[in-house]
């Protein structure tokens, strides 16, 4: 196993990682959209959610990986109400539509209206 860590994304605000490389697959933290400076971006759900992959990709690709090698993510709304807007911007960043889930939860940190996590391949 290896820890990823990079400038290009938020440090983790908590006791884990930016990701962890297991064999030849990437499993990424969930993301929320913090600037890599890790202060918080208050902004609609499309704002977030391209913030979000941002820094998806910034891990991704410090592991030597990309959104392009994407197999799973796991998708956390913190209302439903958002889901066709977030799939429109969730789109621009998985063409190859990887496998996914979606799921509303009563509330994320920082109150975020969006969390990604991810499982590539190296």
């Known amino acids: 196993m290896k820890k990823i860590e990079t400038k290009k994304a938020p440090g983790a605000i908590g006791p884990y990682s930016q990701g962890m490389i297991v064999g030849d697959f990437v499993f990424t933290s969930g993301q929320i959209p ?14 977030q959610t391209h913030q979000v992959c941002k820094n998806l990709k910034a891990v991704l690709e410090e592991a030597d990986s990309s959104l392009t090698k994407v197999i799973k993510t796991t998708v956390f709304l913190s209302d439903m109400s958002y889901f066709a ?7 621009e960043y998985f063409s190859h539509k ?7 939860v009563k509330s994320l940190p920082k109150d975020s209206k969006v969390e990604i996590e991810c499982i590539a391949k190296l």
């Open 34 to 47: 913090l600037l890599p400076d890790g202060s918080f971006l208050d902004g609609n759900i499309k704002e």
């Open 85 to 91: 807007e977030f799939n429109e911007v969730y789109a």
């Open 98 to 104: 990887p496998g996914r889930s979606t799921v509303a």
